[in-house]
């Protein structure tokens, strides 16, 4: 081997994808509650977050995130809109009053 050929100097780390946390995709997040909030039932709510979700899960996975990390992702949105359904439900002390 030459000195100007070293295989380990041309060694290159595979990039890594890394996504915008999802629990700080506040719009979003507001926007899902919303829609999940007026829907008229549990199985209409159940049949948007899935299509929610699962669109998501789709788009990181495009983006070339790992299977995991989407999922994790997405279970830091979910947290994200359950804070901001609380934020909008009245307390059961608010609502006596």
Known sequence: M???????FNWQPAPAVIAFP????IGKARH?????MRQ???TARERYWRDITSRMVNRL???GVSSDEA???IELFCE?????????TP???EARQ
């Not at 899902?32 to 999940?36: P, Y």
């Open 32 to 36: 899902v509650a919303t829609v999940f």
């Open 80 to 88: 994200a809109v359950q804070r901001e359904i609380d934020r909008r």
């Open 22 to 25: 999802a629990d700080r995709w």
């Open 61 to 63: 996975i495009d983006a």
């Open 40 to 42: 008229r039932n549990d």
């Open 71 to 73: 999922n994790r992702q």
């Open 2 to 8: 030459s000195e100007t050929n070293l295989p380990l």
């Open 91 to 93: 307390h059961d002390q």
